[in-house]
């Protein structure tokens, strides 16, 4: 079974930036597509980037493309998302998932393991 935690979420003001980290444990990580997803209060949570296993392939939300960067490191178990120019709509709990399937990258349900989530707040 596969652990993720993220970490590196906080406040930052509107313009800023912040790196995301998804640590993971368990089996096999390199062979898993991994991806982002956020949940704002009072919404449903929503894809925001995904990655294939060998991070040849991205894909993100198109609200953030331009902005935010999906990457990993597969030597270190760990995924990234970098985000630039960030905006009080991006504010929510940003969650990182993997999957063994590697289809349907930016389908929640698709995902198997996830973490517990780290919060973002972007500040006007």
């Known amino acids: 079974q596969v652990q993720l935690v993220e970490s590196g979420g906080g406040l930052v003001q509107a313009g800023g930036s912040l790196r995301l980290s998804c640590a993971a444990s368990?089996?096999?990580?390199?062979?898993?597509?991994m991806g982002w997803f956020r949940q704002a209060p009072g919404k449903e949570r929503e894809f925001v980037a995904g990655?294939?296993?060998?991070?040849?392939?991205?894909y993100s939300l198109d609200v953030v493309k331009g902005r935010f960067t999906i990457f990993r490191d597969n030597s270190k178990d760990t995924m990234y998302l970098q985000m630039h120019s960030l905006k009080p709509d991006d504010t929510a709990v940003y969650y990182c998932?993997?999957?063994?399937?590697?289809?349907?990258?930016?389908?929640?349900?698709?995902?198997?393991?996830w973490g517990h989530g780290t919060q973002v707040t972007g500040s006007s």
């Open positions: 998932a993997a999957q063994s399937k590697g289809r349907r990258v930016a389908i929640q349900s698709e995902y198997e393991y």
């Open positions: 368990g089996r096999t990580f390199s062979t898993y597509s």
């Open positions: 990655i294939s296993w060998s991070g040849g392939s991205t």
